[in-house]
């Protein structure tokens, strides 16, 4: 185990993407395997000192920058313990990079579906936010793919939750084997049925794996995985399509989700803002209104349906992979942006301020409508880009000063009051973490929050687990 207490070797584990300045840490704790982390939470649960679990950096809600105590960082337990080829399953340490997941299934042409962009992130991080990526459209986010976990409580005890095993009862109810107490789930809400990874996860019956998965690191301290994986996806192309105007855009969409000529893997939005962001990496975008990012599998039937489609649509100009370079550089096109706009936030000095909404199918175009409209007439500069196809665009605000912050916040809040009533959610795939706890209550309510508290202290009685993660610590 290594431990690190100067202040100079602490503070690259006070950052993430969100731009968080106020982390604080008295110690890194960086243990080799399990054993070391039980004796580490159980330490810090004699001293009542604060955990905070520490991934792969790649967040944007500042869950892994704490505010007090000490951290726990998994960077060493690293090792993919096996990939069984047959069962289509793979066992990871919490500390996997996705990166090297993903170039170690190759050998096996097998795939992880739900890898997020950013591949530099951890496998526990991305269950712990319920993350999603690029194909998420086709496959969905990393719940429907988690099939077991190990977990440290904060009583030392080390918990192995399989799917399948522990429900919900009708009173919301789960006995666990190994506790002596009946664990609890949330009774008194449903999260919503949009792709969402905001506060516990709730639903009626629910297994108990799915109230870890999006957690935020509040529960314990996940040590080990297994996940379900899928046969290599065959041969790709890329395809972005630049509109003159947004006129006809929501029609496309339409017969893309309905019609049944075309199915891709990727369906993505850029606004001319947020092509704006791209020009210095790819100087060849034309003058447009937006873009469409889409991805499917190369096949001479697919892209004749392509074709075929948008030849109805006036269109500024049409790009298409040719061959493995090409579409190389095509997936940096989506890649690059979030990394220009998280650079961008840490050049204007100010904490993400961005907007991580879905909405149900049936009311995406009043949002998608409402955006245009705040857009066109805020004088803060702005972008909108996202999974179009799952009605979850990110609507992020770059604010100058502290008037135009506030500004953007009570902007966000208006937006997010008409979302929640929409039957969306606060947070689509980022989660909450420390800067999103208003939006949170907005959603569910003193109530609910209440009853994630109370799950909190029946799970993690010494309360020592990712505080201020989800609501404030001052609740427990």
């Given at each position: 185990?290594?431990?690190?207490?100067?202040?100079?070797?602490?503070?690259?584990y006070?950052?993430?993407?969100?731009?968080?300045?106020?982390?604080?840490?008295?110690?890194?704790?960086?243990?080799?395997?399990?054993?070391?982390?039980v004796?580490?939470?159980?330490?810090?649960?004699?001293?009542?000192m604060?955990?905070?679990?520490?991934?792969?950096?790649?967040?944007?809600?500042?869950?892994?920058?704490?505010?007090?105590?000490?951290?726990?960082?998994?960077?060493?337990?690293?090792?993919?313990?096996?990939?069984?080829?047959?069962?289509?399953?793979?066992?990871l340490?919490?500390?996997?990079?996705?990166?090297?997941?993903?170039?170690a299934?190759?050998a096996?042409n097998?795939?992880?579906?739900?890898?997020?962009?950013?591949?530099?992130?951890?496998?526990?991080?991305?269950?712990?936010?319920?993350?999603s990526?690029?194909?998420?459209?086709?496959?969905?986010?990393t719940?429907?793919?988690?099939?077991?976990?190990?977990?440290?409580?904060?009583?030392?005890?080390?918990?192995?939750?399989?799917?399948?095993?522990y429900?919900?009862?009708?009173?919301?109810?789960?006995?666990?084997?190994?506790?002596?107490?009946?664990?609890?789930?949330?009774?008194?809400y449903?999260?919503?049925?949009?792709?969402?990874?905001?506060?516990?996860?709730?639903?009626?019956?629910?297994?108990?794996?799915?109230?870890?998965i999006?957690?935020?690191?509040?529960l314990?301290?996940?040590?080990?995985?297994?996940?379900?994986?899928?046969?290599?996806?065959?041969?790709?192309?890329?395809?972005?399509?630049?509109?003159?105007?947004?006129d006809?855009?929501?029609e496309?969409?339409?017969?893309?989700?309905?019609?049944?000529?075309?199915?891709?893997?990727?369906?993505?939005?850029?606004?001319?803002n947020?092509?704006?962001?791209?020009?210095?990496?790819?100087?060849?975008?034309?003058?447009?209104?937006c873009?469409?990012?889409?991805?499917?599998?190369?096949?001479?039937?697919?892209?004749d349906?392509?074709?075929?489609?948008?030849?109805?649509?006036?269109?500024?100009?049409?790009?298409?992979s040719?061959?493995?370079k090409?579409?190389?550089?095509?997936?940096?096109?989506?890649?690059?942006?979030?990394?220009?706009?998280?650079?961008?936030?840490?050049?204007?000095?100010?904490?993400?301020l961005?907007?991580?909404a879905?909405?149900?199918?049936?009311?995406?175009?009043?949002?998608?409508?409402?955006?245009?409209?705040?857009?066109?007439?805020?004088?803060?500069?702005t972008v909108?880009?996202?999974?179009?196809?799952?009605?979850?665009?990110?609507?992020?605000f770059?604010?100058?000063?502290?008037?135009?912050?506030?500004?953007?916040?009570?902007?966000f809040?208006?937006?997010?009051?008409?979302?929640?009533?929409?039957?969306?959610?606060?947070?689509?795939?980022?989660?909450?973490?420390?800067?999103?706890?208003?939006?949170?209550?907005?959603?569910?309510?003193?109530?609910?929050?209440?009853?994630?508290?109370?799950?909190?202290?029946?799970?993690?009685?010494?309360?020592?687990?990712?505080?201020?993660?989800?609501?404030?610590?001052?609740?427990?």
């Amino acid at each position: 185990m290594i431990i690190k207490k100067l202040q100079d070797e602490i503070i690259g584990y006070l950052e993430d993407s969100s731009n968080f300045c106020e982390g604080k840490a008295e110690a890194v704790y960086i243990p080799e395997n399990e054993d070391e982390i039980v004796e580490i939470v159980k330490e810090c649960a004699a001293k009542k000192m604060p955990l905070t679990i520490s991934a792969g950096g790649t967040g944007t809600v500042a869950a892994r920058i704490p505010l007090q105590g000490a951290i726990l960082s998994i960077e060493k337990l690293n090792k993919i313990i096996g990939i069984d080829k047959e069962k289509k399953t793979a066992t990871l340490q919490s500390g996997v990079i996705i990166n090297d997941f993903l170039k170690a299934l190759e050998a096996g042409n097998l795939f992880y579906p739900p890898f997020p962009t950013e591949r530099t992130a951890f496998i526990s991080g991305n269950i712990s936010t319920n993350a999603s990526g690029e194909y998420s459209y086709r496959f969905g986010s990393t719940r429907k793919y988690v099939k077991r976990i190990r977990i440290v409580l904060s009583t030392g005890r080390v918990l192995e939750i399989p799917r399948g095993k522990y429900f919900a009862d009708s009173n919301g109810y789960i006995e666990v084997s190994g506790l002596e107490e009946k664990i609890v789930s949330v009774p008194n809400y449903i999260s919503p049925s949009v792709k969402s990874s905001a506060g516990y996860f709730s639903r009626p019956g629910m297994d108990l794996i799915d109230l870890f998965i999006g957690s935020e690191g509040t529960l314990g301290v996940i040590t080990e995985v297994d996940v379900e994986l899928i046969p290599a996806l065959p041969p790709r192309f890329i395809m972005i399509i630049f509109f003159p105007n947004e006129d006809r855009l929501l029609e496309f969409l339409e017969l893309i989700k309905n019609g049944d000529r075309v199915s891709p893997f990727s369906l993505e939005y850029f606004d001319s803002n947020s092509l704006g962001f791209l020009k210095k990496d790819f100087p060849n975008i034309p003058e447009c209104a937006c873009a469409i990012y889409i991805e499917d599998e190369e096949s001479e039937d697919r892209l004749d349906a392509w074709l075929n489609l948008i030849e109805n649509y006036e269109l500024v100009d049409t790009w298409m992979s040719k061959d493995e370079k090409s579409y190389r550089e095509f997936v940096d096109f989506r890649h690059k942006l979030p990394e220009n706009i998280n650079e961008y936030f840490k050049k204007i000095k100010s904490t993400k301020l961005a907007i991580d909404a879905a909405v149900p199918e049936n009311v995406f175009p009043d949002f998608f409508a409402l955006y245009r409209s705040i857009q066109k007439e805020s004088s803060i500069q702005t972008v909108r880009f996202g999974h179009i196809g799952e009605n979850h665009l990110h609507f992020n605000f770059f604010p100058k000063n502290e008037d135009e912050k506030a500004v953007a916040v009570r902007t966000f809040e208006d937006i997010l009051r008409k979302e929640i009533a929409a039957g969306g959610t606060v947070s689509a795939e980022h989660g909450i973490g420390k800067l999103k706890h208003k939006y949170l209550e907005m959603m569910y309510g003193k109530n609910g929050i209440t009853e994630m508290v109370r799950v909190k202290k029946e799970i993690d009685p010494y309360c020592i687990f990712g505080l201020d993660n989800i609501f404030p610590a001052k609740l427990l």
